[in-house]
């Protein structure tokens, strides 16, 4: 299992996600540009001594990422507010890999187009999103679930 962030915006936000992802024992993409400077003193300090425990790999734009994840097989579902199939309702795989957006606008319409699958996590009506590191959380967590949280303890 492996969670992807696009070019994200907000420091703290990312180095939740990567926090959260090295106790989970998933890998992490991180695919630039972000809206910060993502050097890696940056990331440890995002991420404080949590980086150690992460497999982190950089991707220099989508096209290069995606070109990866395709040859090596990994279906991409995407976290959005556009889709219709709620989180919980996927069957996932663990080589799937997980996609949250820009805190500031989600992805653009070239990466809808080149997922496998979108999720969305149902919200009461009006209300516009959860926090992408919150999302990305629950998502990972039922993903884990399902797949009986290969190679992790307890």
């Given at each position: 299992m492996r969670l992807a962030l696009y070019q994200p915006d907000i420091p703290q936000n990312a180095g939740t996600m990567m926090r959260t992802a090295a106790c989970l024992g998933v890998a992490v993409d991180l695919i630039e540009p972000a809206g910060f400077d993502a050097s890696d003193r940056n990331l440890r300090r995002a991420g404080l001594d949590y980086l150690d425990a992460l497999e982190l790999t950089r991707h220099v734009s989508f096209a290069a990422f995606d070109e990866a994840r395709r040859?090596?097989?990994?279906?991409?579902?995407?976290a959005t507010t556009r889709a219709a199939v709620p989180y919980t309702a996927l069957a996932y795989r663990p080589t799937d890999i997980v996609m949250v957006g820009r805190?500031?606008?989600?992805?653009?319409?070239?990466?809808?187009?080149?997922?496998?699958?979108?999720?969305?996590?149902?919200?009461?009506?009006?209300?516009r999103s959860l926090n992408v590191a919150v999302s990305a959380a629950m998502i990972l967590g039922e993903a884990l679930r399902q797949t009986g949280f290969p190679g992790r303890a307890g």
């Open positions: 040859a090596a097989g990994a279906r991409l579902i995407l805190e500031s606008a989600g992805v653009p319409d070239a990466v809808h187009a080149a997922v496998d699958a979108g999720i969305t996590i149902p919200m009461r009506a009006g209300l």
